[in-house]
């Protein structure tokens, strides 16, 4: 799901075609974003045989937990600007909520990361 995810992501922010009903021809960015990252994942698993395959899965979502809330003040940017959303911009509601979820969720990470260099000291 992740190399799947991340192709849509990149190709989205950059105004590429992005879509699993086109052809590799119609969406070649698309195609070899996904195929490299399931390659570089399987080449991780393959070059590191015996790393616990749970710990890789276990952290990878740490990793995306972490970068999550850039991911969601980048979206409060884009989803503000009338220029890109017309008039589907975020309500006054909408924003209190988004940006108060980055924000409890930026804060959770930065503990999580604390916690982790403070514990392997």
Same mark, same amino acid.
């Given at each position: 799901?992740?190399?799947?995810?991340?192709? +849509?992501?990149?190709?989205?922010?950059?105004?590429?075609?992005?879509?699993?009903?086109?052809?590799?021809?119609?969406?070649?960015?698309? +195609?070899?974003?996904?195929?490299? #990252?399931?390659?570089?994942?399987?080449?991780?698993?393959?070059?590191?045989?015996? #790393?616990?395959?749970?710990?890789?899965?276990? +952290?990878?979502?740490?990793?995306?937990?972490?970068?999550?809330?850039?991911?969601?003040?980048?979206?409060?940017?884009?989803?503000?600007?009338?220029?890109?959303?017309? %008039?589907?911009?975020?309500?006054?509601?909408?924003?209190?909520?988004?940006?108060?979820?980055?924000?409890?969720?930026?804060?959770?990470?930065? %503990? +999580?990361?604390?916690?982790?260099? #403070?514990?392997?000291?």
């Amino acid at each position: 799901m992740l190399p799947l995810s991340t192709a +849509y992501i990149v190709c989205e922010a950059f105004g590429i075609e992005a879509s699993l009903d086109r052809r590799f021809r119609e969406a070649p960015v698309f +195609y070899t974003l996904f195929g490299g #990252a399931v390659l570089l994942g399987a080449g991780l698993v393959l070059l590191v045989p015996k #790393a616990s395959l749970f710990k890789l899965i276990f +952290y990878a979502q740490v990793v995306q937990g972490i970068l999550l809330p850039l991911e969601l003040v980048l979206m409060l940017i884009v989803i503000n600007r009338p220029r890109v959303m017309g %008039i589907h911009v975020n309500s006054r509601t909408a924003n209190v909520i988004g940006w108060g979820t980055a924000v409890i969720i930026g804060g959770l990470a930065l %503990i +999580y990361v604390w916690q982790s260099i #403070a514990g392997a000291g």
